[in-house]
């Protein structure tokens, strides 16, 4: 069965970036575009971007260009994402999921604390 | 950005009742809708997509409906399991965005 494992939490300095795996299982991972979505403690939820490993090509919402960065490593069926320059605003839970009909799989986030 | 304006932001229902939650589109979505389930603590899951179509696994209580800019998901003969938050999705123009959710409480 199509499973997403994410990686553990992590608490890390303003000011420093933070990189997060999703590791597929149970599917080709190279057919189906990975999304990552952000939900801040208590609040909806926000698309950040996708990536879509048999190429690479990325597709972002524009608020988080610059922010976060999108690979893959096709190998080991792992996607990545790098967040920089975090701030508390950058203080939230991290999913990957992909999409098959809607977003139907979904790795369990990751937390990421921003605190000094 | 497409905006989706998602209503009751809360919700408090009894066993048994039957309830729908609206999302309304700023623009023209084309059926290019899904609505998910998250319960505390957990990722979010996948009940409808394409405006109706049902996910497998779903229970058929869960039904989705709606076009252009109007959408809702309803929900018949609620059971416990079914306090959660809701939350629909547009992937119809990226960004991809989402409504600020309804908590949904059981009396």
């Known amino acids: 069965q199509v499973k997403l494992l994410q990686s553990g939490a992590a608490l890390v300095k303003p000011g420093a970036s933070v990189k997060m795996s999703c590791k597929a299982s149970?599917?080709?991972?190279?057919?189906?575009?990975v999304s990552w979505v952000k939900q801040s403690h208590g609040k909806s939820l926000e698309w950040i971007g996708e990536?879509?490993?048999?190429?690479?090509?990325?597709n972002f919402n524009e608020k988080f260009k610059g922010k976060a960065t999108l690979t893959v490593d096709k190998s080991t069926s792992t996607a990545y994402m790098e967040l920089s320059r975090l701030t508390s605003e950058d203080s939230a839970i991290y999913y990957c999921?992909?999409?098959?009909?809607?977003?139907?799989?979904w790795g369990q986030g990751t937390l990421v604390t921003v605190s000094s | 950005d497409i905006q989706m304006t998602q209503s009751p932001a809360s919700l408090s229902a009894s066993l048994g009742e039957t309830v729908s939650i609206e999302c309304l589109a700023s623009?023209?979505?084309?059926?290019?809708l899904a609505w998910y389930q998250q319960k505390p603590g957990k990722s979010p899951q996948l009940l409808i997509y394409?405006?109706?179509s049902l996910q497998d696994g779903v229970p058929s209580r869960f039904s989705g409906s709606g076009s252009g800019t109007q959408y809702s998901l309803k929900i018949n003969s609620l059971e416990s399991e079914d306090a959660a938050t809701y939350f629909c999705?547009?992937?119809?123009?990226?960004?991809?965005?989402f409504g600020g959710g309804t908590k949904l409480e059981l009396k």
């Open positions: 999921t992909i999409r098959s009909g809607g977003f139907a799989y």
């Open positions: 149970g599917y080709t991972f190279t057919d189906y575009w």
């Open positions: 990536i879509y490993p048999n190429s690479g090509a990325t």
């Open positions: 623009e023209d979505i084309y059926n290019n």
């Open positions: 394409y405006a109706s």
């Open positions: 999705l547009q992937d119809s123009e990226y960004p991809w965005t």
